[in-house]
């Protein structure tokens, strides 16, 4: 029977099952992410299977990790039949780690020691392989979603307040890689294997040692960026103040399934690269360069010219006006040729 109270109970998960990381040909479709975990702080310990708690989110706790459980209903419930089953909360921060937060053995109340087992001799899980992870700086106000390997997500803002510099640095320990004038400003940080330090010391995100990011401000300025060639017709990275979109990797592919790629700017867009291929990497013919191309094609026009106007020797008949004048008309012609909004590097 049903009644109004919700059950909470600290458990260690023991186990995983295929149930938790395979889908089993729907016999175990209402049973995905499934644990198996052992009661504790209580005469008697039980073993229990819990799902996670939140659907859409899923952190699947570690063997050894520590979480907290409650009964609730589940889907073969009827206005007559409430059944009952347990579900998981994310583990808690019992190491206050990013990497794992196993204390393995607190469940086993007879067995149990004053001194914990060693993790290095206690395994987490059947694949899963432990590393060191830093945790980001937090600046006040920030949401920090944080993986066991390195990579985060930053829902934060413009670092500011109205104290003095000084004052500012004495509240965190690293100061963040962007400014701006507006403490509300949001920005948004995806960094994929930022720095790691030992001792649980913070990383804060840096295009020097992140191996890949991306970047959504608003208003800030990035002062960490630097690109392979200074820039001098747009603006700054570090000097401008409107939102951007950055992003940063060893390599950057960008591909349409079906359709056309648009890049779209009212003012310019820059290829800030010593060799550019268009049609395939292995194109091969030379883009012509406009101003040396209309040197040569001008300089051949004056030599014909100069034999139009001043008639060989042994010639039989000079040449029709207007054939001279078409000469004399392509020298105008070729004032035209370059472009006066797309332009190739020297």
């Known amino acids: 029977m049903l009644n ?28 995905l992410f499934v644990v198996e975990v052992q009661t504790y702080g209580e005469l008697e310990t039980r073993t229990l299977l819990a799902r996670p708690s ?17 009964s609730a ?6 206005n007559d039949i ?26 086993d109340i007879e067995g149990y020691s004053d001194t914990p087992p060693n993790l290095s001799d206690f395994s987490l899980g059947k694949t899963f392989t432990e590393k060191i992870v830093s945790p980001l700086q937090p600046y006040e106000g920030d949401i920090l979603i944080e993986g066991r390997f390195s990579n985060s997500i930053r829902l934060g803002s413009t670092v500011k307040t109205n104290k003095t ?20 400003d949001p920005i948004i940080i995806l960094s994929n294997a930022h720095e790691d330090k030992p001792g649980k010391a913070f990383t804060v995100e840096s295009f020097e040692t992140d191996h890949s990011s991306l970047y959504l401000t608003s208003n800030q300025q990035i002062h960490t960026l630097s690109l392979s060639k200074p820039i001098n017709k747009s603006t700054s990275i570090s000097d401008f ?18 359709d056309a ?10 290829l800030n690269s010593p060799d550019v291929r268009i049609g395939g990497d ?36 000079t040449p029709a006006p207007t054939e001279l004048n078409k000469l004399f008309n392509m020298i105008g012609d070729l004032n035209k040729i370059n472009s006066n909004n797309h332009y190739l590097d020297k």
């Open 241 to 258: 103040k409107l939102s951007q979109l950055i992003g940063d990797a060893e390599r950057i592919i960008l591909r349409a399934k079906s």
């Open 54 to 70: 939140n659907p859409n989110i899923k952190q699947i706790p570690l063997i050894g990790e520590q979480v907290i459980i409650f």
């Open 282 to 317: 292995t194109a091969k013919h030379p883009l012509v360069k406009g101003d040396q191309l209309k040197e040569v094609l001008l300089e051949l026009i004056r030599i014909i010219i100069a034999g139009v106007v001043y008639k060989p020797a042994g010639m039989k008949s």
């Open 73 to 78: 209903l589940q889907q073969q419930s009827t």
């Open 4 to 31: 109004n109270t919700v059950t909470f109970k600290f458990a260690e998960v023991v186990n995983t099952y295929d149930d938790t990381y395979k889908y089993l040909d729907n016999t175990n479709s209402d049973n």
């Open 261 to 270: 790629i648009i890049l779209d700017s009212p003012l310019r867009i820059t």
């Open 82 to 107: 409430k059944e009952i089953q347990w579900y998981y909360l994310p583990a808690y921060s019992i190491q206050s780690a990013i990497n794992n937060n196993a204390i393995p053995g607190l469940a």
């Open 165 to 184: 510099q000084d004052e500012v640095q004495k509240n965190y320990t690293l100061q963040p890689n962007w400014s701006g004038d507006i403490s509300t």
